[in-house]
């Protein structure tokens, strides 16, 4: 057994990418943590927002629970918990993966990594490894990890971890926030590892054109169909997170489709691929405050 199950994306109402694996020896959850951006369009979160947000912590919870391990692919708080919803001692037993809290890193997270480490990791987890660039094991998973790439087109937002799950089920690839792809490097770790799912978060879109340019549009429109093209097993690529802060995500959609019309793979959200329709809450909140 081999199997993928996002808990939290924008798709789901929520900033998030938590996720997680399961096998017959093994539960691994990625980013185990959400969040609401604290404002868009001018406007706080709405009451529907909070309640989906607390729906997918107690998902994350419950997994958490049963879990081997988890993973940090970075120090964002959509991707991890300063203990602001999740009960430290759930981290009780556990093994911690964590991106390295001190090289190819900013200050900010260098600051929250510090925290998150010291406050609630080394009280509570089992084992804390440093993933970066690494080869480990958990159970019947190999995890292979990338070595730290920037979060978008350079390093201000810092750096992250794009992780390869390998099992003799499947394997899965999680690229984290690396708003895109936007280089060939990104790209080739998801080729090079011929996953069945790939989840990747997308480019910003709704960020356009003044804090992420359409020439890194244009790169991650074309690396993603080179990935959508050359992945000989892929089953699903789906793109969510950043992407689907953005009503209109499936333009980019088409446009890696229309550069990549020969794969038999499925280009879908993580709502979808769970059978749920999407619900872009963030992306809504004028809707949702009866604002045009």
Known sequence: MFKVTPLGFESLGVRSMATYIQTDNSLIVIDPSASLAPYRYSLPPHEVEWKRLYEVIDKIIDVLKDAD??????????????????????????????KDP???????????????????????????????????????????????????????????????????????VFTSDVEGPLSEYEADFIINNNPDIIITDGPPTYLLP????????????????????????????IIDHHLLRDLNYTEFYDKVLKMCNTSNAKLMT???????????????????YGRS
């Open 210 to 237: 003044h804090n992420y340019s359409l020439k890194h549009l244009d790169t991650a429109v074309s690396l993603n169909a080179k990935i959508l093209c050359n992945v000989e097993n892929l089953k699903y690529l």
């Open 69 to 98: 391990a988890f993973i940090v692919t970075h120090y964002h708080y959509d991707h991890h918990d300063p203990a602001k919803f999740i009960d430290p001692k759930i981290y009780k037993g556990k093994k911690a993966l964590i």
């Open 102 to 172: 001190r090289n190819f890193i900013n200050v900010s997270q260098m600051i929250r990594a510090n925290k998150f480490i010291n406050k609630i990791l080394k009280n509570n987890v089992k084992s804390i490894e440093v993933i970066d660039n690494r080869i480990l094991r958990i159970g019947d998973v190999e995890l292979k990890f990338s070595k730290p790439v920037t979060h978008g087109p350079d390093d201000r937002l810092g750096y992250v971890i794009m992780v390869a799950l390998i099992h003799e089920d499947g394997t899965f």
């Open 270 to 288: 993580a709502a979808e691929f769970i059978g749920r329709e999407p619900q872009l809450l963030e992306a809504r909140r004028r809707e949702l």
